[in-house]
């Protein structure tokens, strides 16, 4: 008998838009637009991709986010957020490492965990 190991990434393509929450982990590939919270288990190894032309309104709770697209509301990585150059994000951002490209627009505060900070 032959064990199949199920992928544990998932991607939502350009034209979808979800209104409501999501829950994931691994990764996550979003192209489309949610609106609503997106989290992951911030001990996990979980990674958010927003792709260029994603766009979030609601706030996001995941170890991992590479953010190159559009993001309204605040924002928690528990391990590291790296900000493209095409992201804007309209929010506060609560992180432990942060890498920034030149050309990102952040609309909010920016706080480092680091020190302990509440991540609630």
């Given at each position: 008998?032959?064990?199949?190991k199920?992928?544990?990434?998932?991607?939502?393509?350009?034209?979808i838009?979800?209104?409501?929450?999501?829950?994931?982990?691994?990764?996550?590939?979003?192209?489309?637009?949610?609106?609503?919270?997106?989290?992951?288990?911030?001990d996990?190894?979980?990674?958010?991709?927003?792709?260029?032309?994603?766009?979030?309104?609601?706030?996001?709770?995941?170890?991992?986010?590479?953010?190159?697209?559009?993001?309204?509301?605040?924002?928690?990585?528990?391990?590291?957020?790296?900000?493209?150059?095409?992201?804007?994000?309209?929010?506060?951002?609560?992180?432990?490492?942060?890498?920034?490209?030149?050309?990102?627009?952040?609309?909010?505060?920016?706080?480092?965990?680091?020190?302990?900070?509440?991540?609630?």
């Amino acid at each position: 008998m032959t064990t199949r190991k199920s992928s544990t990434s998932s991607l939502l393509e350009h034209d979808i838009e979800i209104v409501g929450d999501i829950s994931f982990n691994g990764d996550l590939y979003l192209q489309g637009r949610i609106n609503g919270n997106l989290t992951a288990p911030l001990d996990s190894g979980a990674t958010l991709y927003l792709q260029e032309g994603s766009e979030v309104i609601g706030e996001i709770r995941v170890p991992t986010i590479i953010a190159a697209g559009k993001i309204a509301g605040d924002v928690f990585a528990s391990r590291r957020i790296s900000i493209k150059s095409t992201a804007e994000v309209a929010g506060n951002i609560h992180y432990i490492e942060v890498l920034m490209e030149q050309g990102a627009s952040i609309n909010g505060v920016m706080t480092s965990l680091r020190n302990g900070a509440d991540q609630s």
